[in-house]
């Protein structure tokens, strides 16, 4: 049964109330034509209907009222043309520009074209006013470690910039997936795939000051890092840069995870990083409201976070996002343990 939680309900002691929400997606309204080419995608793509509805600014904020969620950062994680990702974002910024209290973005980066990714970053910071950015696991089945991203990760990295990284269908999927859409199973293994990618890249080293967050609490990766910081050094493992398991376990204990659909890893992912690495996140609108309302009463009700640990999680996210900190320094922030 679904526990609904409402503004200043309590769920063993705990609250979001303040919690900055991550993860969320602003699905646009289509016109026929654009709803004709979703569904397209959607059938070749192994889904029965609709993942998600169009983002609708009313509703998210009843969902936000609902649950005691201060504010959302919007973000659509898409593999798409620099044309198509602009408007993206010109419509994130306006979003944010009209609810500047409720709403921010992260602008989305067109990574196919490196140098019009790089431009992008520079509009979206510099003119539109982006929080920070978000980039999809794979682009046309490349990954993080590749060198066709070093531009995209050194002018992130120069600004010192927060991105958020989100799963999106491997490369193969009518091989892999077994007929299912991708959110079912492949999602959470493309976040590893990519991340320990990047790792024997030694990307996240040669990048310090770019700060990278892992939607879902990193998918997969709380349950398999164990495995490659053990087997990923070895001989037998392809390994140019000599990447050890001390230099493995490094770049991922210092990367930031997302909590949306994941309070279930939280102990294993504890393993792996501190708990001042957790952000929270719902994946708001993309499940429907029993998923969601579960999954927050799993998240409040986990033992694997302290109290002061789940109440920290409001500073992590203002560490992590700054500008935040600055528009929302007037208002009641923090979250309450009972």
């Known amino acids: ?15 979001t109330t303040g919690f900055v929400d991550v993860h969320s997606h602003n699905f646009p309204v289509l016109s026929t034509a654009g709803r004709e080419q979703e569904h397209a995608w959607l059938a070749a793509n192994r889904f029965l209907g609709p993942p998600a509805p169009e983002w609708v600014a009313e509703k998210a904020l009843a969902f936000m009222d609902a649950h005691g969620i201060a504010l959302q950062l919007l973000s659509m994680p898409v593999d798409s043309p620099l044309e198509r990702v602009r408007d993206i974002n010109d419509r994130g910024a306006a979003l944010a520009d009209m609810l500047p209290d409720r709403l921010g973005f992260l602008a989305t980066i067109p990574c196919g074209d490196p140098r019009g990714a790089v ?7 510099d003119e539109l006013g982006a929080d920070g950015f978000v980039m999809s696991t794979n682009t046309g089945g490349t990954y993080f470690g590749d060198p066709i991203y070093d531009p995209v990760f050194a002018e992130l990295d120069r600004r010192g910039a927060t991105v958020f990284v989100h799963p999106s269908a491997p490369a193969g999927l009518e091989s892999t997936a077994c007929g299912r859409p991708g959110p079912v199973l492949e999602f959470v293994f ?19 000051n770019m700060t990278m967050i892992l939607a879902h609490g990193g998918g997969a990766l709380p349950a398999v890092w164990a495995r490659v910081a053990a087997l990923g050094p070895l001989p037998w493992v392809p390994n140019p840069q000599g990447v050890t398991a001390e230099d493995i376990l490094s770049q991922l204990a210092g990367l930031y995870y997302d909590t949306a659909n994941a309070a279930h890893s939280l102990g294993p992912l504890l393993e792996l990083t501190t708990a001042d690495h957790i952000l929270f996140g719902t994946d708001y609108p993309l499940s429907p409201p029993s998923v969601h309302e579960d999954y927050l009463a799993d998240f409040l009700t986990s033992a694997a976070l302290s109290d002061a640990e789940f109440n920290a999680i409001t500073a992590n996210t203002f560490r992590v996002f700054p500008s935040l900190d600055k528009r929302l320094s007037g208002s009641a922030m923090g979250t309450t343990v009972a």
Request: glycine fraction near 4%.
């Open 1 to 15: 049964m679904s526990t609904v939680l409402t503004s200043g309900v309590m769920v063993s002691g705990r609250q």
């Open 119 to 125: 431009d992008e970053i520079t509009r979206a910071a």
């Open 190 to 208: 493309d976040t590893p795939r990519t991340v320990v990618d990047a790792v024997f890249s030694r990307v996240f080293q040669r990048y310090p």
